[in-house]
Structures are given as C-alpha cells and as structure tokens.
Nanobody, 124 residues
Framework: QVQLAESGGGLVQAGASLRLSCVAS????????MGWFRQAPGEEHEFVAA????????NYADPVKGRFTISRDNAKNTVFLQMNSLKPEDTAVYHC?????????????????WGQGTQVTVSS
C-alpha cells in the first residue's frame, strides 16, 4: 500500500509559476513510476506528466510540454511538478499517482495508487 499526499496548489495569475509536491509513504518509493494527472470540473482525468522509478525517463502531455517539468527525489520519497507560464486552462485539481511498473503511461488505469489532489486555479 502506498499513501500519497499532494501540496503546493493555489490561486495565481496567468504567467505565474507553481511547484507541486507529492510525498509518498508506505512502500518503497523508488520502485514506482509516478505520474501527475489533472481533472477540471465536469471533465475526465487528464494525463499531465510521468517519470520512471529511476528518474531517467519522463513523458509529458502536449499542452504542458515546455512549461511543466516533473522530477523526483527518491531520498525524500517525493515527486515534484514545476509549472511555469501557467494559463487559465491549467485550472484543475492535480493528483499524483503511483504505478508498480517500470514504464510510464498516459492511461490512468496504469496507476495503482492516487492522492487526494491539490487545487490549482489560474486567473486571467
């Protein structure tokens, strides 16, 4: 069992930056691929970014490429999502997720564990 807790969300203006964190507890963190998804009101979960257990491979959704960066610190059981040049369309609840897999995936069903989420609101 893995417990995930996100933090770092907030209300910002367009063009600003935020850094989300997700702390994992329970099982060995460095054995899990980690992902970030987001869900806007009335919408499905949308893949944002993912990183393999080693941190050597990452994957990004097209809308966030060049603006968001996923990283991890296995010594601190934490995965980060640095979000720059935020846009109003980035407004959503952001969830981190863990997968007992060596590969990343854009499919939410690939991930076994989910956090409760942190709200990100970007005003125009």
């Amino acid at each position: 069992q893995v417990q995930l807790a996100e933090s770092g969300g907030g209300l910002v203006q367009a063009g600003a930056s935020l850094r989300l964190s997700c702390v994992a507890s329970g099982r060995t963190f460095d054995g899990y691929t980690m992902g970030w998804f987001r869900q806007a009101p009335g919408e499905e979960h949308e893949f944002v970014a993912a990183i393999t257990a080693s941190g050597r491979s990452t994957n990004y959704a097209d809308p966030v490429k060049g603006r968001f960066t996923i990283s991890r610190d296995n010594a601190k059981n934490t995965v980060f999502l640095q979000m720059n040049s935020l846009k109003p369309e980035d407004t959503a609840v952001y969830h981190c997720a863990a997968a007992s897999s060596l590969t990343t995936s854009t499919w939410h069903g690939h991930y076994n564990y989910w956090g409760q989420g942190t709200q990100v609101t970007v005003s125009s």
